[in-house]
């Protein structure tokens, strides 16, 4: 079936990094443009970057840009989030999600699939 | 950025009840807006997206209306299992945003 499974995530200190993964299972991943989304404990969602399906371009929100990458193996089926010099405003629960773009999509440009999450916990 | 106010941020009803929530955009985004339920420890589902297209599975008391800068979700009679925050979500520019979420709760 449709699937997205993160990992990667734990408890670091500020300042330091982690690298979260999404495995995706069940479709073409290479056709699909993936995002991450982060949720803070007892708080509401927030979009934190975006892939397209290709690798060809990123987009960030402002308050990770220049310490998050978002990256894509095709050839794995992976995504990943490269968190470096975390802060303690980063900790929270983080999401893959996937989205189709373009005329071949039943569903455009919704997130139509996200993983379970997996926590981050930015704390000394 | 696309701010996005829903309204209210939480409500109490009953099982059977007709409930609405509103989600205001700060500019025109078309149709381009999506709705998830969340339940606690659980990711986003998505229900609804292009403002009023039902997600295949998701049952038909839910639906979506609006386009432009104002948008409502509409569960025609309340069940057990909707009880959860609901959040509307646009994607017509970048960054996407979302609402603040609406708590809907048990009477």
């Known amino acids: 079936q449709v699937q997205l499974v993160e990992s990667g995530g734990g408890v670091v200190q500020p300042g330091r990094s982690l690298r979260l993964s999404c495995a995706a299972s069940?479709?073409?991943?290479?056709?699909?443009?993936m995002h991450w989304v982060r949720q803070a404990p007892g708080k509401g969602l927030e979009w934190v970057a975006v892939i397209w399906y290709d690798g060809s371009k990123k987009y960030y929100i402002d308050s990770v840009k220049g310490r998050f990458t978002i990256s894509r193996d095709n050839s794995k089926n992976m995504l990943y989030l490269q968190m470096n010099s975390l802060r303690v405003e980063d900790t929270a629960v983080y999401y893959c999600?996937?989205?189709?773009?373009?005329?071949?999509?039943?569903?455009?440009?919704?997130?139509?699939?996200w993983g379970q999450g997996t926590m981050v916990t930015v704390s000394s | 950025a696309i701010q996005l106010t829903q309204s209210p941020s939480s409500l109490s009803a009953s099982v059977g009840d007709r409930v609405t929530i509103a989600c205001r955009a700060s500019?025109?985004?078309?149709?381009?807006l999506a709705w998830f339920q969340q339940k606690p420890g659980k990711a986003p589902k998505l229900l609804i997206y292009d403002a009023s297209s039902l997600e295949s599975g998701v049952p038909s008391r839910f639906s979506g209306s609006g386009s432009g800068t104002d948008f409502t979700l509409t569960i025609s009679s309340l069940q057990p299992e909707d009880f959860a925050t609901y959040y509307c979500?646009?994607?017509?520019?970048?960054?996407?945003?979302f609402g603040g979420g609406t708590k809907v709760e048990i009477k």
């Open positions: 999600a996937r989205y189709c773009s373009g005329g071949s999509c039943s569903i455009n440009g919704a997130l139509d699939i």
């Open positions: 979500q646009q994607f017509n520019n970048y960054p996407l945003t």
């Open positions: 069940g479709f073409t991943f290479s056709t699909y443009g």
């Open positions: 500019q025109g985004i078309s149709s381009a």
